[in-house]
């Protein structure tokens, strides 16, 4: 197979450059078995556990229901510190399962595309703050939300909703998350500041917009 030169190469008439050949390696049993990640042995996020006091109703409104993660990077994030599979090039995969009518509120992650599959129901997803835009999605259908974008989606079918969401990005910040300081005074409000400082030890509200 003849090689590419690169568009340098060839516009300034240069001579062809090739990649250097990719290491070819074979992992052990045991390094395989840590790539493999089994949906029946999927753990709620550790999150969930650190703050274990914090009431249902006030996680419902930051978060889905449950949050199974599948790939995390060995760095600070919302997700937590535990999934079956430890780094995949920046990558984080989790499964999200909600009832009816519940789902995330608006937030946004500020460096990194969050990309979500439906595999189960039918989920709206609304964009902007205020809401600008609202897309349904059903089964096998994707959004990829861009960085810097509030969005927030909710479980509008009649049976729970399940969803595959991919986060990607350049660099090694998964700690980008950032909602918008209504969702802080309405967490206030309805749960006190007690809630409100602990959901602020694993997430960054924005100011007040003037």
């Given amino acids: 197979m003849q090689a590419h030169q690169s568009d ?37 996020m550790s999150t969930a556990k ?46 999200s399962v909600m009832p009816p009518g519940q789902g995330p509120c608006l937030h946004s992650h500020n460096t990194t595309y969050e990309t979500f599959m439906v595999l189960e129901g039918s989920i709206e997803y609304f964009i902007g703050d205020p809401i600008e835009h609202r897309v349904t999605l059903n089964k096998w259908d994707v959004f990829s939300c861009p960085p810097g974008v509030y969005r927030g989606f909710r479980n509008v079918g009649t049976g729970e909703a399940v969803q595959l ?21 309405q967490l206030r409000t309805e749960h006190g ?18």
């Fill in 8 to 44: 340098a190469g060839r516009e300034d008439g240069g001579a062809a450059t090739t990649a250097a050949p990719a290491h070819i390696w074979t992992p052990t049993k045991e390094q395989l078995a840590a790539r493999v990640a089994r949906y029946g042995e999927l753990q709620p």
């Fill in 165 to 185: 969401t991919v986060i990607t990005g350049l660099g090694d910040n998964r700690d980008d998350v950032s909602l918008p300081n209504s969702i802080a005074d």
């Fill in 193 to 210: 500041e007690k809630v409100l400082d602990g959901f602020r030890s694993i997430l960054h509200f924005d100011p007040p917009r003037s």
């Fill in 50 to 95: 650190d703050l274990a006091w914090v009431p249902q109703a006030a996680w419902d409104i930051i978060f889905a229901r449950t949050i199974s993660p599948v790939v995390l990077d060995d760095t600070k994030n919302p997700f937590g510190n535990s999934s079956p599979i430890t780094g995949a090039a920046g990558t984080t995969m989790f499964i």
